[in-house]
């Protein structure tokens, strides 16, 4: 359940964003991760919710975006996006893959309206 | 009323993984090694850590930072055996952060030393989110757990430079097939490094032990060019 230690850090960038935009309120939040973070998108939209409850921020919503992990075919040196974990190389059907990237969990976009309640 | 959206593309551990990057500068500049070891509760760990602080006695100087949410039992078992060791105690928490781990070297006597391991709290998914600042991750399975674990957490294992089978001597009582988990583990981490290892019988300790070795000569050549 490391998903309440990333609300948490979410938050807390979230109230800094506020901070630099008084008079504001964020609405609407954009994350993105890689699927290998082992992230749950379930249990993070619950401690969200959880964690906003009591705060200028009740309400909010979220958009949670999970994206392929990238990699390079270990055989053919082609990169391909690994979707749900499956992998094979679509060029010559290779089994092992060098991971090149999967995203971090981002906080990728905010939206903001004027009105403050 | 108008809504405004900004574009923030900011990474939520942001903050954990300076801290993280700082704790690598420091045992850099202290010549130290640091490995971060995750695995599941019960997969082995301290003891796979006793049995390694006793070959790698006299060979590389050590210490060590235990990660539990309660109790001192495992930095008890470790101070036993007269090396430095720190206990973080997370009340709850399922993982090491890199701030933890910043109080913890500012506990421990690091200078003189060679490598320092880190045993993250029993957990086979959390603990790989959050870099510590250590120069390799090493993930372990238990025999008895089951060969199905790489390809059910792929996360932890395509980032861990090696994964240690441990409790091999259990290997005649558990049906455990090893071609499996070095199929799975490879498919996604085609470099990972695999050791077979018992910290009861003492299988395969020497190899894991050589592995650590390389792990801080690389690490020291790696910083000599950086500094020259």
């Known amino acids: 359940m490391h998903e309440m230690s990333l609300a948490a850090a979410i938050l807390e960038q979230l109230e800094e964003l506020a901070r630099d935009h008084p008079g504001k309120r964020i609405t609407r939040v954009r994350l993105a991760w890689g699927e290998l973070q082992q992230i749950n998108e379930y249990a993070l939209r619950e401690a969200l919710k959880l964690i906003t409850e ?18 390079r075919c270990s055989d053919c040196g082609e990169p391909y996006d690994l979707v749900n974990g499956e992998q ?10 060098d991971l090149l990237l999967d995203k971090p969990l981002t906080l990728e976009q905010i939206e903001l309206t004027g009105e403050t309640e | ?23 690598r500068l420091r045992l850099a500049q202290l010549g130290l090694t640091g ?30 930072v235990e990660g539990d949410l309660a109790t001192s039992q495992d930095a008890d078992r470790i101070a036993a055996l007269d090396v430095p060791v720190w206990q973080i105690n997370t009340g ?22 060679d490598l320092v391991l880190i045993e993250n709290v029993g957990n086979l998914v959390c603990p790989t989110s959050f870099d510590l600042g250590e120069h390799a991750k090493v993930a372990l399975l238990s025999m008895p757990e089951g060969d199905d674990k790489p390809s059910k957490y792929p996360g932890t294992f395509a980032r861990a430079a090696a994964v240690v089978v441990t409790k091999a ?15 799975d583990i490879r498919r996604l981490n085609p470099h990972c490094r695999i050791l077979v290892t018992s910290a009861k019988t003492g299988e395969g300790i020497g190899p894991w032990c050589d592995f650590l070795g390389e792990q801080v000569a690389a690490n020291r050549t790696a910083t000599d060019r950086d500094a020259s």
């Open chain 1, 54 to 71: 009591d705060g200028p921020m009740k309400g909010v919503e979220l958009d949670l975006l999970v994206e392929p992990a990238r990699g």
């Open chain 2, 92 to 113: 709850g928490a399922c993982h090491l952060s890199a701030r933890q781990v910043a109080d913890a070297f500012d506990q421990l006597p690091l200078a003189g030393n």
């Open chain 2, 169 to 183: 001597d259990l290997a005649d009582h558990v049906d455990f097939d090893l071609d499996r988990v070095e199929r």
């Open chain 1, 88 to 97: 094979r190389c679509p060029t010559c059907g290779g089994r092992q893959v």
């Open chain 2, 35 to 64: 490995v971060n070891l995750i695995a599941s509760p019960g997969a082995g760990k301290t003891s796979l850590l006793v049995a390694t602080l006793r070959a790698l006695h006299g060979r590389l100087r050590c210490c060590v």
């Open chain 2, 1 to 23: 009323m108008g809504i405004e959206r900004i574009r923030v593309d900011k990474k939520v551990l942001q903050s954990n993984d300076e801290i993280a990057e700082a704790n």
